[in-house]
């Protein structure tokens, strides 16, 4: 199996940006899709964005689109996210998760095998 650690997260103000990284441990990160959701208190946790195991496709949730950016290097075996123009409502824990089907990653919780321990972004307006 793999092991996931997110890191990158923190306090930002409205407007500005953060890159958060996931590492994998294990096993390789090309046998995965790829896959960012956060969880703002008290409510589910939800998909972000996602990127196939091969391929490079990439899938975002509406509410992100135009100012996240999902990316793999497979070499570094590390999954990335960078957030450009946030906003506070973007407040949450971000995890990442891999998903050891093929094709369309999914954009739902139990569509993932293995999740990281998350990171806290906080953003401030």
């Known amino acids: 199996q793999v092991q996931l650690v997110e890191s990158g997260g923190g306090l930002v103000q409205a407007g500005g940006s953060l890159r958060l990284s996931c590492a994998a441990s294990g096993r390789t990160l090309s046998l995965y899709a790829m896959g960012w959701f956060r969880q703002a208190p008290g409510k589910e946790r939800v998909f972000v964005a996602a990127?196939?195991?091969?391929?490079?496709?990439?899938y975002y949730a509406d509410f992100v689109k135009g100012r996240f950016t999902i990316s793999r290097d497979n070499a570094k075996n590390t999954v990335y996210l960078q957030m450009n123009s946030l906003k506070s409502e973007d407040t949450a824990v971000y995890y990442c998760?891999?998903?050891?089907?093929?094709?369309?990653?999914?954009?739902?919780?139990?569509?993932?095998?293995?999740w990281g321990q998350g990171t806290q972004v906080t953003v401030s307006s």
């Open positions: 990127i196939r195991r091969i391929g490079g496709s990439t």
């Open positions: 998760a891999a998903d050891k089907s093929p094709g369309v990653p999914g954009r739902f919780v139990n569509a993932y095998d293995y």
